[in-house]
């Protein structure tokens, strides 16, 4: 069964950094675009990076560019999130999420998602 295991959250000051590792098991990671999400209590669920199969694409939201990197060892089946500059409109649940290729949705898209983490909290100390 496929398994995405986020970690690395916490409790951060702002201007403060964290980075968050998502592994997957039971996945032929190598063949999935990867992408992270976040979600704040009573907000939807929105788009942070994403990143393609062999790390040659790698989106941002504007919220985030500049400030977060995304990255990938496909050796491990694990995809990171260097976040930097931590904000308290950061603070959140942070999600890993694994497609193939879609022609049709984009990579901003949830629903363009095939398989999902549980999650790790993070947040940010004003």
């Not at 980075?19 to 907000?43: D, H, N, V």
């Not at 199969?53 to 491990?76: E, H, L, M, Q």
Request: hydrophobic letters at 35%.
């Amino acid at each position: 069964q496929v398994q995405l295991v986020e970690s690395g959250g916490g409790l951060v000051q702002a201007g403060g950094s964290l980075r968050l590792s998502c592994t997957a098991f039971e996945l032929t990671f190598s063949i999935y675009t990867m992408g992270w999400f976040r979600q704040a209590p009573e907000k939807e669920r929105e788009f942070v990076a994403a990143i393609s199969r062999t790390g040659g694409s790698t989106p941002y939201s504007d919220s985030v560019k500049g400030r977060f990197t995304i990255s990938r060892d496909n050796a491990k089946n694990t995809v990171y999130l260097q976040m930097s500059g931590l904000q308290p409109e950061d603070t959140a649940v942070y999600y890993c999420a694994a497609r193939r290729t879609n022609p049709v949705l984009p990579v901003t898209s949830p629903v363009s998602y095939n398989y999902w983490g549980k999650g790790t909290q993070v947040t940010v100390s004003s």
